[in-house]
């Protein structure tokens, strides 16, 4: 089943635009919420959490405002992409991720991000 493109955004309030963007954009802030480890080289990322590994090239970068990756073995050319927003109306900066899922998985897909953006903000110290 072909994949759709969800957008879910979480604001973050009391934290500074540099070290928010250092945790999406830089491999040991990635590794402190996103997966256990995670190496690069070049613009190949290699996350790890515990026995389970996968690659991901990161595809497009505008620096300060967001950052794209595609693994490596997903055959449907999708994408995954954490991008900052800045809105003067709007305490705080969002925080936009897109992600690819089917419909069934739709649910799932937005409880691990959920998941795993409160693990950003716990280790951000919000």
Known sequence: MKKEKIQLE???????FNVLW???????????????????????YNFSWGDHSQQ????????GSFIR??????????YFEFKLIVDDLVPG???????FS???EKMDVTLLWNKQVSYLKERSGI
Do not use: C
């Open 10 to 16: 979480y604001v973050f309030s009391n934290i500074s």
């Open 22 to 44: 250092n945790n999406i954009s830089t491999a040991s802030g990635l590794a402190d919420w996103f997966a256990d480890k995670v190496h690069v080289e070049g613009r190949l």
């Open 56 to 63: 991901a090239e990161m595809i497009q970068l505008h620096n």
């Open 69 to 78: 990756f595609r693994w490596l073995d997903d055959t449907e050319h999708t």
């Open 93 to 99: 900066i969002a925080l936009i991720i897109t992600d």
């Open 102 to 104: 089917t419909p069934e």
